[in-house]
Structures are given as structure tokens and as C-alpha cells.
């Protein structure tokens, strides 16, 4: 397939060049696709649906049963008794399908599960009829839609009741990221094998631009490839004969960048954009079934699943990319990255070592900030590789860069910290610290790791991260992200509450707050990156409607309403939330706006 067959107009067209043959059969198949028109909504859904989901929307009204005419044929009478009157016609037992709270107010209802909209903006216990859930229960079975999570903590006050910090996962909806349709739409034959993948590669010019972009935005994050070893592999792939076998992991991984590069371009539409990315991630996905990535996994395979899972959840796919890091984490184990390198191949060179494990900090990173936003347990926990073992040492491929190598030991560690702590309590609904004596240890703990930070992640304002991004973006993503993740979960932390334990109030307020001004950062210096970057708007999100709820409960408890209306702090937290929603409503309007984004715009204007 020409590029000009597939939605990169940016680019120009082309083919992968050189001499790569793809089969007839294969070429023709391709050549007869045109992914703008497979991807309108009409096409995708008949063409691409997969065969245990429908194409309904997420709240889309269900059908109720009929119950018949509710007439009483009675029964047999009685020798020498007289016939009773025929009974009056009874009205229809209609089922509620309407949560409790709604009936009880009588508000409309949208029957989202497990939390109506309604009861998100009010905040409070959604719960429904043991019937509604069987057949919402048969409803969903036949869509493969949601996924049911623990029911919602009940709603607290300053005074000594339990503190609602939100969690969008405890209430799944494809409006807050969590996508219902099949993330991958099938363009493959049966016969074309990886030729056929091969074969819609753009031009190699097209390729090096779109990976360009994923060394510009996504690497600086996520750096988990070598950027010299993979661009050796990569002009060594494009000499390939059609002799020479090619690895079907590494043309994964190449497409899977690309995926993750063209959601970074912002020279098109989004509508392009989306088409184009996903186009590109179909085409990975395929490669690394060529290669049988579930049964022979190799470093690139694993490399290519880590970054798969990154592009579902930018591309408003979280549910599927918690899923596929499943496959992830087993993959992961069964390649041993868990283990010590010096233990399970000692004789291997120190570069191949450290290569294992910033693989091995990037599948936990990910599990990690899943884990916590989602509110589901942690996988990887079982592990014997050290923090400290990942070192800026010299090797054969040059020197590393000692800033990345800070950013990713800053990383290893917060998310240690954050596995053992706050992932498993969040998962089983239990308090995160059960003693103040625990919650203060917990704290100094999180500042220990923070402090040791480079002063350039730790020593930074608005007006000199402005003048750095002149210099240095790299540094700047990096600093942005790492302050974002842990001023979240110190947040959680000084939110969290037990029965001897109170919220910290001011302390969860400071913490919101320097968590959404990384956010408001982003979104100044980088705006299109913030609009993609799935993980780093859902928390400012998140964070932005902790902040709503304190400030709620402390306007109508008595002992604390005369200090909401004079602290300078609740006055910055609404002010926190004003510009919040302000951002999100950019991220809503015109042709790039999103219906979580206008929808969350709803939900914040609750508090102001």
C-alpha cells in the first residue's frame, strides 16, 4: 500500500522502500483500503466490530421487560363453592432501573454504572435495585462495556466522616477516559503476515519525522529505548533484502512509535490524527502477533507492549490499556526482568543489564500510576532489582544522559514507595494509614524520596521552567511529570482518613495545589502534549475535584466556614478550580474538543 492509501497527508505518500516485496495477494488487499473512509463511524463499527460487542452507547437507554398483562387466570374452583368475580386487570410491575438517590429526588437518571452522572455531581451513594443490576448485568454482557469497581466510600465532613477524595474509576465512564469500542481495528488478511504489515509503512522520510516527534515528546517521559541502539537496528532494517528475515517485534515497536509520534503532530486534525495513530497502532499490534509476542517475548516486544499501553490510554482507552498491561506484567516475569540482572545473567555486558532494568522501571511505572488512578491492585510486586544498581556509568553505545538517569531512579523510587503504601489500600477500600504515627512516617517518606530529587526537578518556578523550556524541553517534561506524580500522591495521603486519623486539610490543599500548577505548566508551555497526555489531565482532574470537596465540607461545617471566607489558602484552592475549569473548557470547544472534557467543565462548575 502506497502512504497515500493510508491517512498521512502531512507527509507526503510513499512505501517502504528498498527491497522488501510485499505478496500480490497482500498488496491488493491493502491497496483496496482507504483508512479516512474505514474509519467513519458507520464503516468501523460493520467492518470492524469484534464478535462479542455491539455497537451501543455507553448510556444508552435499555429496553425494559414487559411483564404481560398482569390478568390472573386463576385456578381450579372447589366442588360446591361459588366462582369467585373475575379479578380487576392489574397495572404493569415495571422493574426501577433508576438508582435509589434519583427515585428518592426524583432526578433524571442516567443508569451509568457503577455511578450515575447525577450522583457523581452530587457526590453521593449511588446504588441500585438487585434486578436494575441483572439487567444492566445482561446488558453489558452483550456490549462488553463497563468494568465494575468497588462501590463509592460514603461522603464526609471536616468533622469526622469518612473524606470522599474522587476516583473517576470507581465510577467508569467512557466520558472520563475509559472507551468502550475495540481499540484495534482489524485491516489484515489471513494469508499477508508481516509483508502486509511491512508493506504500509510510510517512506522512510515520513517514518523518521514521526519518530522524531516520539523522541521529542514521548521518550523524554517514557525513556525506555536507547535511542542510539534502536536507530542502528532501524537503518539496518531499512537495507534489509527480502531474503533477510525481519524481526516482527522490532517492526511492532517501530509502529507503535509511530502510533505514539502522529498523536504528538499538530499540524493536522484530530480527526486525521486519530485516524492515522490508530491506523499505525493496529499495524504494531499485528507485528507483534507475527511474532508471537505471548509466547517468545524478547526485550523489543516488551518495549513495544509498555508503549502500546501508553497510546490506549491517550487514546481514550484506559480500560483496555489496564487489560493489556496484564499481558505486560506476565510477559515481564516470564523474561525475568523482575530479577536481579547480576543474578540471572551475570556474565552479560553492563549496557544489556541496564537495559533490563529501565524496562523493568518502566512496566512499573505504568502499573503504578494505574493502579492509583484506576484504584485496582498493583501487579508488579514482586521484584529483587534495586534502585541503586541503575547507574550513570559510560558503556560501548556512549554515555547516558545523567539528567535521564535521575529522572528515571526519581521515578523507580516514588513508584516503590507508592506500590507498597498507597496501591493496595486504594485497591481493598481500606484507610491508607491506620495511626497518625503511620501517616507521619508515610510522610516523611514520600519528602525523603522527593529530597532526593536533582535540584533541577525540585528548585523551579513558573518563571524560570519558562526560561529552561527555551533550552532544554527535555528537562522541562521531565520535571513537570515527576512533580505532578508525586504531589498527587502526597495528596492522597494527607487526604486519607481512619477513625483516629483526621484529613489534613491544609496540607491536602498545598499538595492539589502544586500538583495542578504542574498541570497548568504543561498546558501554557505545551498545550497540545497536555491535551494527549491522558494520565497527566485525569490527575490535575482528579486533584481539582479533591480540592472541590474539601472546600465544600469546610464551607458547611460551623467551626470551619469563618476561616473558608478569610484563608488566602481556600481562596488559591477555588481559584485552583476556577482555572482548571477554564482549561478544561479550551480542551472542549472547537474542533479538537472532547465530551469528557466538556463533561468534567460540569462537574467542576458544581463547586465554584
Given at each position: 500500500m502506497s502512504s497515500s492509501q493510508i491517512p498521512t497527508d502531512l507527509y507526503g505518500s510513499g512505501g517502504h522502500t528498498g527491497d522488501s516485496v510485499i505478496s500480490t495477494s497482500a498488496a491488493s488487499v491493502v491497496s483496496a483500503l482507504s483508512p479516512i473512509s474505514i474509519l467513519?463511524?458507520?464503516?468501523?463499527?460493520?467492518?470492524?466490530?469484534?464478535?462479542?460487542?455491539?455497537?451501543?452507547?455507553?448510556?444508552?437507554?435499555?429496553?425494559?421487560?414487559?411483564?404481560?398483562?398482569?390478568?390472573?387466570?386463576?385456578?381450579?374452583?372447589?366442588?360446591?363453592?361459588?366462582?369467585?368475580?373475575?379479578?380487576?386487570?392489574q397495572k404493569r410491575n415495571k422493574p426501577t432501573l433508576s438508582c435509589y438517590e434519583?427515585?428518592?429526588?426524583?432526578?433524571?437518571?442516567?443508569?451509568?454504572?457503577?455511578?450515575?452522572?447525577?450522583?457523581?455531581?452530587?457526590?453521593?451513594?449511588?446504588?441500585?435495585?438487585?434486578?436494575?443490576?441483572?439487567?444492566?448485568?445482561?446488558?453489558?454482557?452483550a456490549t462488553n462495556g463497563r468494568r465494575m469497581t468497588k462501590p463509592p466510600k460514603r461522603k464526609v465532613t471536616m468533622s469526622g466522616m469518612k473524606p470522599t477524595i474522587p476516583n473517576i474509576a470507581d465510577?467508569?465512564?467512557?466520558?472520563?477516559?475509559?472507551?468502550?469500542?475495540?481499540?484495534?481495528?482489524?485491516?489484515?488478511?489471513?494469508?499477508?503476515?508481516?509483508?502486509?504489515?511491512?508493506?504500509?509503512?510510510?517512506?522512510?522520510?515520513?517514518?523518521?519525522?514521526?519518530?522524531s516527534q516520539y523522541f521529542e515528546c514521548v521518550d523524554p517521559v517514557y525513556p525506555i529505548i536507547d535511542r542510539q541502539t534502536f536507530y542502528l537496528e532501524y537503518e539496518r532494517f531499512w537495507t534489509l533484502r527480502e531474503s533477510e528475515k525481519t524481526d516482527a517485534a522490532f517492526v511492532g515497536l517501530?509502529?507503535?512509535?509511530?502510533?505514539?509520534?502522529?498523536?504528538?503532530?499538530?499540524?493536522?486534525?484530530?480527526?486525521?490524527?486519530?485516524?492515522?495513530?490508530?491506523?499505525?497502532?493496529?499495524?504494531?499490534?499485528?507485528?507483534?502477533?507475527?511474532?508471537?509476542?505471548?509466547?517468545?517475548?524478547?526485550?523489543?516486544?516488551?518495549?513495544?507492549?509498555?508503549?502500546?499501553?501508553?497510546?490506549?490510554?491517550?487514546?481514550?482507552?484506559?480500560?483496555?490499556?489496564?487489560?493489556?498491561?496484564?499481558?505486560?506484567?506476565?510477559?515481564?516475569?516470564?523474561?525475568?526482568?523482575?530479577?536481579?540482572?547480576?543474578?540471572?545473567?551475570?556474565?552479560?555486558?553492563?549496557?544489556d543489564k541496564q537495559q533490563r532494568r529501565k524496562l523493568w522501571q518502566a512496566v512499573l511505572v505504568q502499573d503504578t500510576f494505574l493502579t492509583v488512578l484506576?484504584?485496582?491492585?498493583?501487579?508488579?510486586?514482586?521484584?529483587?532489582?534495586?534502585?541503586?544498581?541503575?547507574?550513570?556509568?559510560?558503556?560501548?553505545?556512549?554515555?547516558?544522559?545523567?539528567?535521564?538517569?535521575?529522572?528515571?531512579?526519581?521515578?523507580?523510587?516514588?513508584?516503590?514507595?507508592?506500590?507498597?503504601t498507597i496501591s493496595s489500600p486504594r485497591s481493598l477500600d481500606v484507610p491508607i494509614c491506620s495511626t497518625q504515627r503511620q501517616k507521619s512516617k508515610l510522610i516523611a517518606d514520600f519528602r525523603a524520596v522527593y529530597r532526593s530529587f536533582p535540584d533541577v526537578f525540585r528548585s523551579w518556578d513558573q518563571e524560570s521552567i519558562a526560561q529552561l523550556a527555551c533550552s532544554n524541553k527535555r528537562v522541562v517534561r521531565q520535571t513537570l511529570f515527576l512533580s505532578s506524580n508525586y504531589y498527587h500522591n502526597l495528596m492522597l495521603v494527607h487526604a486519607s482518613e481512619s477513625p483516629d486519623v483526621p484529613v489534613n486539610v491544609r496540607a491536602t490543599l498545598e499538595a492539589a495545589h502544586e500538583a495542578l500548577t504542574s498541570f497548568f505548566v504543561l498546558f501554557t508551555l505545551f498545550d497540545t502534549e497536555a491535551r494527549v497526555w491522558w494520565v497527566f489531565h485525569h490527575r490535575a482532574f482528579l486533584e481539582a475535584l479533591c480540592i472541590g470537596s474539601v472546600l465544600r465540607e469546610a464551607g458547611r461545617d460551623p467551626t470551619t466556614a469563618d476561616q473558608f471566607l478569610r484563608d488566602p489558602l481556600f481562596a488559591r484552592a477555588k481559584a485552583d478550580i476556577t482555572r482548571m475549569v477554564q482549561i478544561l473548557k479550551i480542551m472542549a470547544d472547537g474542533e479538537q474538543g472532547t465530551e469528557d472534557a466538556r463533561t468534567r467543565v460540569v462537574v467542576l462548575s458544581e463547586f465554584l
Open positions: 467513519t463511524p458507520t464503516s468501523a463499527s460493520t467492518l470492524y466490530a469484534s464478535p462479542d460487542s455491539a455497537n451501543q452507547p455507553f448510556f444508552g437507554a435499555k429496553s425494559e421487560p414487559d411483564d404481560g398483562d398482569g390478568v390472573s387466570s386463576g385456578g381450579s374452583v372447589a366442588a360446591g363453592s361459588y366462582a369467585e368475580p373475575a379479578k380487576k386487570k434519583c427515585v428518592e429526588r426524583k432526578t433524571k437518571c442516567d443508569r451509568g454504572r457503577p455511578h450515575c452522572l447525577a450522583c457523581i455531581k452530587r457526590q453521593t451513594e449511588c446504588k441500585y435495585a438487585h434486578v436494575a443490576n441483572l439487567l444492566e448485568e445482561t446488558s453489558r454482557s465510577r467508569a465512564s467512557n466520558v472520563f477516559g475509559v472507551g468502550s469500542e475495540h481499540p484495534f481495528a482489524n485491516y489484515w488478511t489471513c494469508e499477508g503476515g508481516l509483508p502486509e504489515v511491512i508493506g504500509v509503512l510510510p517512506e522512510k522520510l515520513q517514518a523518521d519525522i514521526l519518530l517501530v509502529f507503535t512509535m509511530m502510533a505514539l509520534g502522529t498523536q504528538f503532530v499538530s499540524t493536522t486534525s484530530p480527526k486525521d490524527r486519530k485516524q492515522t495513530s490508530e491506523f499505525y497502532a493496529s499495524a504494531g499490534n499485528q507485528a507483534l502477533r507475527m511474532s508471537s509476542y505471548l509466547n517468545t517475548a524478547s526485550l523489543r516486544s516488551v518495549q513495544a507492549m509498555v508503549l502500546v499501553g501508553y497510546f490506549l490510554i491517550n487514546d481514550n482507552h484506559a480500560s483496555d490499556g489496564w487489560a493489556f498491561s496484564g499481558l505486560l506484567l506476565r510477559q515481564a516475569y516470564a523474561m525475568g526482568l523482575h530479577r536481579d540482572p547480576n543474578l540471572v545473567i551475570p556474565t552479560a555486558s553492563e549496557f484506576l484504584s485496582l491492585p498493583p501487579n508488579a510486586t514482586h521484584t529483587d532489582v534495586r534502585v541503586d544498581d541503575f547507574m550513570d556509568e559510560s558503556t560501548s553505545f556512549g554515555e547516558p544522559n545523567p539528567t535521564d538517569v535521575a529522572y528515571i531512579r526519581g521515578s523507580w523510587m516514588l513508584a516503590n514507595l507508592v506500590q507498597e
